[in-house]
């Protein structure tokens, strides 16, 4: 079959394709996530204010179908390492972001989406970058470009990084099940002792239509204030734009929030995002006030049991990071990593430097693992 590529850079065009991309996007396992989708790359584009414009490279089949896309961003990027206590920037300059870890395909077209996409780019001698910010591995879509106009994959995350997930339930019973028994008596009873100690009506209440999404993002700013990541990645969860794409997001099923509420104040969420039968747990969250009482990890858990049952043989993502409740929670780990995909210029050389330095703070990182399990040996 033949294909024609060609590439949206303007939010009129985005806008125009909009449906026709959507079709793709809600095919099961054809979106790697919720930031694949139009709208959330429309909002990207509108919520900041730095010069980003869409990328979104769409292949269309013999019938003039589209077969898939590349949700992408164009940003004015640096890459950089910290070392010694000192960022030393790698490159500065124009990049494509990936939102995402891929294609948008189904599976019977994604090969010859990614290979009609990496051809597309290739062939575009301006575009020496492409970031990939957290991508299982292998990753087919920097493969691919790599095998095309002289690009290479760079890994950039100094230590490996694991992707936790739970495989698909049949129900929150048989979740359990597989669990120790010690372990699931001990999770089913820190959810009586919480509430317990909370007291008054604290109860988790559950946000997933349009018309809610205005108190939902109340709540979480209200709440999220009072988190320890606050200070680190400020928030304005009642922002415009992000109030219209959570309605829009809200009313096609794919955004899902737990707030646990007391007295009308929220003190935990558990915020996320449901595409192409994966949930992703995007963020989470507990009032510093009611830290003692655990109200955090037992609202993930009340949370996850209510998501399992209500859409059984789904599978829920809970990111990369080595977070206890993640290795608590999960039945399945993969390797991960955050990547470049870069054409070989003079301006790029600066990425030769992530190898040698990965090698030297792996080694440093496992001399003091060593160091401190002979001391507490």
């Not at 010859?112 to 087919?140: F, H, K, W, Y």
């Amino acid at each position: 079959m033949n294909y024609v590529c060609s590439t949206v850079h303007t939010l009129d065009e985005l806008r125009t394709l909009r449906d026709e991309l959507v079709r793709v996007a809600e095919l099961p396992g054809a979106a790697s996530g919720v930031v694949q989708h139009p709208d959330w790359v429309e909002y990207e584009v509108v919520s900041r204010h730095d010069g980003t414009v869409p990328h979104v490279v769409v292949i269309r089949n013999g019938a003039g179908q589209v077969a898939g896309y590349v949700p992408m961003l164009a940003i004015d990027h640096t890459a950089g390492l910290d070392l010694a206590g000192r960022r030393v920037n790698l490159y500065r300059g124009a990049a494509l972001r990936l939102l995402g870890s891929g294609v948008v395909a189904s599976e019977s077209e994604r090969h010859a989406v990614e290979l009609m996409a990496s051809l597309q780019l290739a062939g575009d001698t301006g575009i020496c970058v492409v970031r990939i910010q957290e991508t299982d591995l292998p990753n087919r879509f920097a493969k691919a470009l790599s095998g095309h106009g002289g690009f290479r994959t760079v890994a950039a995350n100094l230590l490996d990084q694991v992707h936790w997930s739970i495989e698909p339930q049949a129900s929150s019973e048989s979740w359990l099940a597989g669990m120790g028994k010690k372990q699931r008596t001990d999770q089913l009873q820190r959810v009586g002792r919480a509430y317990r100690k909370l007291g008054g009506d604290a109860a988790m209440h559950v946000f997933d239509t349009a018309d809610e999404m205005a108190e939902y993002c109340r709540l979480m700013n209200e709440v999220y204030a009072r988190t320890w990541h606050h200070e680190d990645l400020p928030t304005d969860w009642e922002a415009p734009e992000r109030v219209a794409l959570f309605r829009r997001l809200a009313d096609a099923g794919h955004l899902i929030g737990h707030v646990v509420v007391l007295d009308g104040r929220p003190l935990a969420y558990v915020h996320g995002y449901r595409i192409g039968g994966t949930y992703l747990v995007d963020d989470l969250g507990y009032d510093e006030e009611v830290a003692k009482v655990g109200i955090g990890s037992v609202a993930v858990f009340q949370a996850i049991r209510a998501l399992i049952d209500r859409f059984p043989g789904e599978r829920i993502s809970f990111g990369y990071g080595d977070n206890q409740y993640k290795r608590l929670l999960s039945t399945r780990s993969e390797p991960c990593a955050s990547l470049y995909v870069v054409r070989s210029t003079r301006a790029t050389a600066g990425f030769h430097m992530y190898a040698p330095v990965r090698w030297l703070f792996r080694g440093l990182h496992r001399v003091r693992a060593d160091l401190r399990a002979r001391r507490e040996g």
